[in-house]
Every structure is written in C-alpha cells, then in structure tokens.
C-alpha cells in the first residue's frame, strides 16, 4: 500500500506542474504576438505623404464631369417634311478645364445655339432618324464644339466628348 501512495502523491504534484508549464507557455506566446506585432508594424506599408496626396489632387483634376451645352428643339427640314429634333447635348470636360469651358459658353452662348442650329438644319435626314448611335451628328458637333472651346496648353481639346442623351424627332409637317 505504501507503494500505492506514492504515485497518488506524484500525481497532484504533477499537475502542479502543468500548471506552471502552460502558464510559462502562454507567457512566451504573448510576448512572440508581441514581437510579431512590433516587427510587422516597423517594416509595414510606409504612412500616405505629401506627394501620394498630391497625386490624388491632379487625379481628381483630371476626372470629368458632364456639362449641358445646349437643350432645345432643331428643325430639319431635309426630307421635305418639317422636322423638330427636341435635343440634350452635353460635352464632357476634365475637371482642370470647367472653369475655362464655362466662361466660354457663357460668353458665345447666342454663338454655339446658333452652330448646334446649323448642324440640324443641314444634316440629311437619314442622320437623323435612321442613325440609331447619332454617330454622324455627334462627329459634326464634336468638330464645332472642338473648334469653339479650342485646346489647353498639351493641345489637348478642352473638350473631351459631346453626349446627346436626347434626340427625339417630332414630324411638325403632319
């Protein structure tokens, strides 16, 4: 029985024991997340600087935004027929030239209603009605528009691309 005893003695101590071990364990773990931590944080992405700040300044200048260059209705009368074009046309603008672009069509507004006139009148009535892309009007506008806003300081135009997101014909001529 004496021998019984011993190992039932040796087996509290030993869970002592165990305790002790998963607590230096743990310890030794906390401070390895720690260290981890520290390391990666030290040789990590480098903090945003002046200069990536700046790059996103002359990103957001270079983003466009939509301008309304005209909206009003256009005859045709090509086919013999009078025809009223009830139109939206807009020009797409880089953000750096907005400023430049508005003072223009502020001050040749009579002057572009006038082109944009122009260009419905004379074009064939197949441009017209059966353009479904109005690829041949948005070309001939594109042209004027170019022509009117000119180019910034790279020769690059002012205006990026002309829109009509309405061009709806109404036979006036019965």
């Known amino acids: 029985m004496a021998e019984e005893q011993a190992p039932a003695e040796a087996t509290p101590k030993s869970g002592k024991l165990g305790i002790k071990t998963l607590g230096i364990i743990a310890a030794i773990m906390i401070a390895e997340a720690a260290g981890v931590y520290f390391l990666v944080s030290m040789t990590g992405a480098p903090k945003t600087s002046g ?71 004379r074009a064939e009535d197949r441009h017209l009605r059966s353009d479904p892309g109005l690829e041949t009007v948005t070309r001939q506008l594109t042209a004027y528009v170019n022509e009117v806003f000119g180019t910034d300081k790279n020769e690059l135009p002012l205006v990026e691309r002309v829109i009509i997101p309405k061009c709806t014909g109404i036979n006036a001529g019965g």
């Open 51 to 121: 200069a990536a700040i700046a790059g996103e300044q002359e990103a957001d200048r270079e983003k466009t935004q939509e301008l309304l260059l005209v909206e009003d209705r256009f005859q045709n009368v090509d086919s013999g027929t009078i025809w009223l074009w009830d139109t939206s046309i807009y020009v797409q603008v880089r953000n750096k030239n907005v400023d430049r672009v508005k003072e223009v069509m502020e001050r040749r507004k009579a002057e572009i209603k006038e082109g944009v006139s122009l260009i419905f009148r």
